[in-house]
T-cell receptor, first 113, second 113 residues
Framework: DVKVTQSSRYLVKRTGEKVFLECVQD?????MFWYRQDPGLGLRLIYF???????EKGDIPEGYSVSREKKERFSLILESASTNQTSMYLC????????????FGPGTRLTVT | GENVEQHPSTLSVQEGDSAVIKCTYS??????FPWYKQELGKGPQLIID?????GEKKDQRIAVTLNKTAKHFSLHITETQPEDSAVYFC????????????FGQGTRLTINP
């Protein structure tokens, strides 16, 4: 079974702090994604990565950056956390070419006060 | 840009009855349409999917139908059970490859005993 783990289930940070969310997968998948989930808005793509050190902006990249130094690890960085970044953050992976099933981690609920 | 609209946002049905969730998509190039189920405290998980060359697909109590002309697809759950209570998301592929998806807003389904 594919396993996608996220470093924290719950996180509380202060406005202005730099925040790191980590995602690790154990199945050698090529693609990794970061989404945020908000009620009534569904899942919105922040960034995705299709290879080590390769990244592409999603629909809502403002205020976020990402890092993928190793294939199994994809980090989401909030450079200066703001209250409007309070949300559920979900990491997902797909195997690679021509396969579409996304495997999700359990999510990190981030609260910025 | 690409968009997926999902209705209803909440749905409550009696155990044993059927539930239907509908989605419409905007990009005529979309060719893959998955449905994800998110249980409390977990990440979304794929439950069924359909490709654009197929009109209907069934897996035990769940089925998905696709109307490419009208650009809409639906999830049907028959003989609902309490464990079907969850949030359901539809999605469609988007331009740009890498298995990127655009998700609907989500439907919270409650099965009443």
């Amino acid at each position: 079974d594919v396993k996608v783990t996220q470093s924290s289930r719950y996180l509380v940070k202060r406005t202005g702090e730099k925040v790191f969310l980590e995602c690790v997968q154990d199945m050698d998948h090529e693609n990794m994604f970061w989404y945020r989930q908000d009620p009534g808005l569904g899942l919105r793509l922040i960034y995705f990565s299709y290879d080590v050190k390769m990244k592409e902006k999603g629909d809502i990249p403002e205020g976020y950056s990402v890092s993928r130094e190793k294939k199994e690890r994809f980090s989401l960085i909030l450079e200066s956390a703001s209250t409007n970044q309070t949300s559920m953050y979900l990491c997902a992976t797909t195997k690679g070419q021509a396969t579409y099933e996304q495997y999700f981690g359990p999510g990190t609920r981030l609260t910025v006060t | 840009g690409e968009n997926v609209e999902q209705h209803p946002s909440t749905l409550s049905v009696q155990e044993g009855d059927s539930a239907v969730i509908k989605c419409t998509y905007s990009d005529s190039a979309s060719n893959y349409f998955p449905w994800y189920k998110q249980e409390l405290g977990k990440g979304p998980q794929l439950i069924i999917d359909i490709r654009s060359n197929v009109g209907e697909k069934k897996d035990q109590r769940i089925a998905v139908t696709l109307n490419k002309t009208a650009k809409h697809f639906s999830l049907h759950i028959t003989e609902t059970q309490p464990e079907d209570s969850a949030v359901y998301f539809c999605a469609a592929t988007r331009r740009g490859g890498a298995q990127k998806l655009v998700f609907g807003q989500g439907t919270r389904l409650t099965i009443n005993p």
